[in-house]
């Protein structure tokens, strides 16, 4: 998890926030997958998620 946390800082630097919704429906325990796990590592995993989808 330490690798996923260091990447998610190096990358986050260059993210620019812009608002807007994006729903998913939950796949198998995702949710709950992401809420157990630190919140850092559950963001990165969420973005790169996102970004394959989108």
Same mark, same amino acid.
């Given at each position: =998890?330490?690798?996923?946390? @260091?990447?998610?800082? /190096?990358?986050?630097?260059?993210?620019?926030?812009?608002?807007?919704?994006? &729903?998913?429906?939950? =796949?198998?325990?995702?949710? @709950?997958?992401?809420? /157990?796990?630190?919140?850092?590592?559950?963001?990165?995993?969420?973005?790169? &998620?996102?970004?394959?989808?989108?």
């Amino acid at each position: =998890m330490e690798h996923l946390y @260091k990447q998610y800082l /190096s990358e986050s630097r260059n993210v620019r926030v812009e608002k807007g919704i994006v &729903l998913i429906a939950d =796949m198998s325990g995702y949710t @709950k997958f992401v809420t /157990s796990i630190c919140i850092e590592a559950g963001r990165y995993i969420t973005r790169e &998620l996102l970004s394959v989808i989108l």
